[in-house]
Protein backbone atom coordinates (compact mmCIF):
# COMPACT_ATOMS: atom_id res chain seq x y z
CA UNK A 1 0.00 0.00 0.00
CA UNK A 2 2.91 2.78 0.74
CA UNK A 3 4.11 1.77 -2.79
CA UNK A 4 1.08 1.82 -3.83
CA UNK A 5 0.63 5.55 -2.62
CA UNK A 6 4.16 6.54 -3.70
CA UNK A 7 3.28 5.90 -7.36
CA UNK A 8 0.13 7.52 -7.04
CA UNK A 9 1.44 10.55 -5.63
CA UNK A 10 3.73 10.58 -8.31
CA UNK A 11 0.97 10.08 -11.02
CA UNK A 12 -0.61 13.62 -9.64
CA UNK A 13 2.57 15.45 -9.85
CA UNK A 14 3.62 14.60 -12.80
CA UNK A 15 0.03 15.08 -14.68
CA UNK A 16 -0.20 18.43 -12.72
CA UNK A 17 3.65 19.51 -14.20
CA UNK A 18 2.33 18.87 -17.37
CA UNK A 19 -1.13 20.40 -17.27
CA UNK A 20 0.92 23.49 -16.56
CA UNK A 21 3.27 23.20 -18.74
CA UNK A 22 4.28 26.20 -21.06
CA UNK A 23 3.00 25.79 -24.54
CA UNK A 24 4.29 27.90 -27.29
CA UNK A 25 1.48 29.55 -29.28
CA UNK A 26 1.28 31.92 -32.18
CA UNK A 27 1.58 35.51 -32.17
CA UNK A 28 -2.12 36.04 -33.03
CA UNK A 29 -3.52 33.61 -30.40
CA UNK A 30 -1.85 35.85 -27.39
CA UNK A 31 -3.68 38.93 -29.00
CA UNK A 32 -6.56 37.11 -28.86
CA UNK A 33 -6.59 35.72 -25.56
CA UNK A 34 -5.64 39.03 -24.55
CA UNK A 35 -8.66 40.95 -26.39
CA UNK A 36 -11.29 38.43 -24.84
CA UNK A 37 -9.79 38.55 -21.85
CA UNK A 38 -8.92 35.08 -21.11
CA UNK A 39 -5.68 36.20 -19.26
CA UNK A 40 -5.40 35.75 -15.94
CA UNK A 41 -1.56 36.63 -15.69
CA UNK A 42 1.29 37.18 -17.68
CA UNK A 43 4.73 37.95 -17.67
CA UNK A 44 7.68 38.75 -20.27
CA UNK A 45 11.12 37.38 -20.83
CA UNK A 46 14.17 37.30 -22.58
CA UNK A 47 14.92 33.52 -22.43
CA UNK A 48 13.69 29.81 -20.50
CA UNK A 49 15.80 28.56 -17.41
CA UNK A 50 15.84 26.59 -14.41
CA UNK A 51 13.56 28.09 -11.70
CA UNK A 52 16.22 25.95 -9.37
CA UNK A 53 14.11 24.76 -7.21
CA UNK A 54 15.06 22.15 -4.54
CA UNK A 55 14.40 18.87 -6.45
CA UNK A 56 14.41 18.47 -10.07
CA UNK A 57 11.48 15.90 -10.33
CA UNK A 58 9.03 18.15 -11.16
CA UNK A 59 10.56 21.36 -11.73
CA UNK A 60 9.60 24.61 -13.48
CA UNK A 61 10.66 26.35 -16.34
CA UNK A 62 10.68 29.63 -15.57
CA UNK A 63 11.01 33.36 -17.41
CA UNK A 64 14.35 34.51 -17.11
CA UNK A 65 14.52 38.87 -16.91
CA UNK A 66 15.71 40.79 -19.65
CA UNK A 67 17.05 44.17 -20.08
CA UNK A 68 13.69 44.89 -21.96
CA UNK A 69 10.36 43.78 -21.92
CA UNK A 70 10.33 40.46 -24.57
CA UNK A 71 10.86 39.09 -26.78
CA UNK A 72 9.00 36.64 -25.03
CA UNK A 73 5.43 36.81 -23.73
CA UNK A 74 4.29 34.33 -21.49
CA UNK A 75 0.80 33.78 -19.90
CA UNK A 76 -2.20 32.42 -18.00
CA UNK A 77 -5.45 31.18 -19.07
CA UNK A 78 -7.93 30.46 -16.92
CA UNK A 79 -8.28 26.38 -16.96
CA UNK A 80 -4.75 26.89 -15.35
CA UNK A 81 -2.41 26.21 -18.84
CA UNK A 82 0.36 28.45 -19.66
CA UNK A 83 0.89 30.17 -22.71
CA UNK A 84 4.30 31.88 -24.40
CA UNK A 85 4.98 33.53 -27.84
CA UNK A 86 8.43 34.85 -29.05
CA UNK A 87 6.96 38.70 -29.76
CA UNK A 88 9.95 39.13 -32.68
CA UNK A 89 7.70 37.02 -34.99
CA UNK A 90 4.50 38.54 -36.21
CA UNK A 91 2.78 39.11 -39.25
CA UNK A 92 1.53 42.93 -39.11
CA UNK A 93 1.07 45.09 -35.93
CA UNK A 94 0.01 48.86 -35.73
CA UNK A 95 2.13 50.98 -32.63
CA UNK A 96 -0.10 53.91 -31.56
CA UNK A 97 2.46 55.59 -29.12
CA UNK A 98 -0.07 54.58 -26.06
CA UNK A 99 2.91 52.48 -24.86
CA UNK A 100 6.58 54.06 -24.45
CA UNK A 101 8.57 51.71 -26.90
CA UNK A 102 11.95 52.16 -25.53
CA UNK A 103 10.56 49.48 -22.72
CA UNK A 104 9.96 47.16 -25.16
CA UNK A 105 12.21 44.86 -27.02
CA UNK A 106 10.57 45.17 -30.22
CA UNK A 107 7.40 46.10 -32.34
CA UNK A 108 5.64 43.05 -31.35
CA UNK A 109 6.07 43.34 -27.78
CA UNK A 110 4.64 46.95 -28.18
CA UNK A 111 1.89 45.38 -30.00
CA UNK A 112 0.79 43.40 -27.24
CA UNK A 113 1.51 45.51 -24.12
CA UNK A 114 -0.94 48.00 -26.21
CA UNK A 115 -3.31 45.57 -26.51
CA UNK A 116 -3.05 44.92 -22.75
CA UNK A 117 -3.63 48.23 -21.75
CA UNK A 118 -6.59 49.04 -24.04
CA UNK A 119 -7.93 45.30 -22.42
CA UNK A 120 -7.22 46.74 -18.91
CA UNK A 121 -4.81 43.45 -17.93
CA UNK A 122 -1.75 45.75 -17.43
CA UNK A 123 -2.62 45.12 -13.41
CA UNK A 124 -1.93 41.13 -14.12
CA UNK A 125 1.21 41.13 -14.34
CA UNK A 126 3.23 38.67 -12.03
CA UNK A 127 5.06 35.05 -12.28
CA UNK A 128 2.97 32.42 -14.83
CA UNK A 129 5.08 29.60 -14.17
CA UNK A 130 5.97 28.88 -10.66
CA UNK A 131 5.52 24.90 -9.48
CA UNK A 132 2.21 24.84 -7.88
CA UNK A 133 1.96 24.13 -4.07
CA UNK A 134 1.06 21.19 -4.50
CA UNK A 135 3.54 19.81 -7.01
CA UNK A 136 5.99 20.74 -4.47
CA UNK A 137 4.98 19.48 -1.46
CA UNK A 138 4.63 15.63 -3.54
CA UNK A 139 7.82 16.26 -4.46
CA UNK A 140 9.77 16.94 -1.10
CA UNK A 141 7.52 14.70 0.19
CA UNK A 142 8.82 11.67 -2.20
CA UNK A 143 12.44 12.76 -1.82
CA UNK A 144 12.04 12.76 1.74
CA UNK A 145 10.55 9.10 1.79
CA UNK A 146 13.11 7.82 -0.31
CA UNK A 147 16.13 9.62 1.37
CA UNK A 148 14.69 8.41 4.72
CA UNK A 149 14.50 4.93 3.60
CA UNK A 150 17.65 4.83 1.77
CA UNK A 151 19.80 6.14 4.28
CA UNK A 152 17.97 5.01 7.47
CA UNK A 153 16.56 1.71 6.53
CA UNK A 154 17.92 -1.80 5.56
CA UNK A 155 20.52 -2.25 3.37
CA UNK A 156 19.16 -2.18 -0.31
CA UNK A 157 19.19 -6.03 -1.83
CA UNK A 158 20.16 -5.22 -5.67
CA UNK A 159 22.18 -1.99 -5.71
CA UNK A 160 23.83 0.32 -3.02
CA UNK A 161 22.80 3.22 -1.16
CA UNK A 162 25.18 5.20 -3.37
CA UNK A 163 23.61 3.33 -6.44
CA UNK A 164 20.45 4.32 -5.60
CA UNK A 165 20.90 7.82 -4.76
CA UNK A 166 22.84 8.77 -7.69
CA UNK A 167 20.02 7.00 -9.89
CA UNK A 168 17.04 8.69 -8.72
CA UNK A 169 18.54 12.27 -8.28
CA UNK A 170 19.88 12.06 -11.74
CA UNK A 171 17.32 10.35 -13.72
CA UNK A 172 14.71 13.03 -14.94
CA UNK A 173 11.01 13.14 -13.97
CA UNK A 174 11.34 10.83 -10.85
CA UNK A 175 11.38 7.72 -12.93
CA UNK A 176 14.29 6.85 -10.73
CA UNK A 177 12.06 6.34 -7.96
CA UNK A 178 9.50 4.36 -9.96
CA UNK A 179 12.75 2.13 -10.80
CA UNK A 180 13.37 2.16 -6.94
CA UNK A 181 10.25 0.97 -6.26
CA UNK A 182 9.43 -1.94 -8.48
CA UNK A 183 13.03 -3.27 -8.12
CA UNK A 184 13.87 -2.80 -4.65
CA UNK A 185 10.01 -3.11 -3.66
CA UNK A 186 10.62 -1.51 -0.31
CA UNK A 187 9.15 -2.33 3.27
CA UNK A 188 8.60 -6.17 1.79
CA UNK A 189 12.18 -7.51 1.49
CA UNK A 190 14.49 -8.16 4.26
CA UNK A 191 17.64 -6.38 3.54
CA UNK A 192 20.48 -8.08 2.08
CA UNK A 193 22.76 -10.65 3.51
CA UNK A 194 26.03 -10.14 3.77
CA UNK A 195 27.30 -12.52 1.48
CA UNK A 196 25.51 -10.90 -1.80
CA UNK A 197 26.59 -7.21 -0.86
CA UNK A 198 29.59 -7.42 -2.76
CA UNK A 199 27.46 -7.93 -5.99
CA UNK A 200 25.05 -5.20 -5.52
CA UNK A 201 25.10 -2.45 -8.44
CA UNK A 202 27.46 0.22 -7.61
CA UNK A 203 27.68 4.03 -7.37
CA UNK A 204 29.38 4.85 -10.82
CA UNK A 205 27.02 2.35 -12.38
CA UNK A 206 23.85 4.49 -10.60
CA UNK A 207 25.48 7.89 -12.32
CA UNK A 208 26.09 6.42 -15.45
CA UNK A 209 22.56 5.11 -15.75
CA UNK A 210 20.95 8.52 -14.20
CA UNK A 211 22.87 10.14 -17.32
CA UNK A 212 21.62 7.35 -20.05
CA UNK A 213 17.94 7.59 -18.90
CA UNK A 214 18.64 11.69 -19.44
CA UNK A 215 19.53 11.69 -22.51
CA UNK A 216 17.71 8.90 -23.83
CA UNK A 217 14.65 10.44 -21.74
CA UNK A 218 15.17 13.84 -24.06
CA UNK A 219 15.46 11.95 -27.72
CA UNK A 220 12.53 10.36 -26.84
CA UNK A 221 10.83 13.78 -26.06
CA UNK A 222 12.23 14.99 -29.10
CA UNK A 223 10.69 12.31 -31.03
CA UNK A 224 7.37 12.91 -29.79
CA UNK A 225 7.20 16.39 -29.68
CA UNK A 226 8.02 16.16 -33.33
CA UNK A 227 4.90 13.60 -33.86
CA UNK A 228 2.50 15.04 -31.69
CA UNK A 229 3.19 18.72 -30.98
CA UNK A 230 3.23 20.98 -28.69
CA UNK A 231 -0.12 20.17 -27.31
CA UNK A 232 0.97 17.01 -25.89
CA UNK A 233 4.64 16.86 -25.11
CA UNK A 234 5.66 20.86 -24.67
CA UNK A 235 8.81 22.23 -25.55
CA UNK A 236 10.73 25.50 -24.62
CA UNK A 237 12.42 26.10 -27.76
CA UNK A 238 11.76 29.94 -29.64
Known sequence: MLRLALVLLWLVAAALSWWTAPRKQSYEQARADIAAGDVTAYQWGGSWGDSGGPWPWFDASELQTSSTLGPLFAWRTPD???????????GQVTTTGAVDPASYSGPGAVGVAQ???AGDLERRAGVVRAPGVAVTVIGLVLAAVFLGVVVAGPAPVLGTRWFWFWLVAIAPYGLGLLFWLSRERPWSRPAAPASDRERR???????????LAAVLMSLLLLALNAALGDRWVPRLDA
Open 80 to 90: GRVHWTDTDRF
Open 115 to 117: DLR
Open 201 to 211: DRGLFGIGLGI
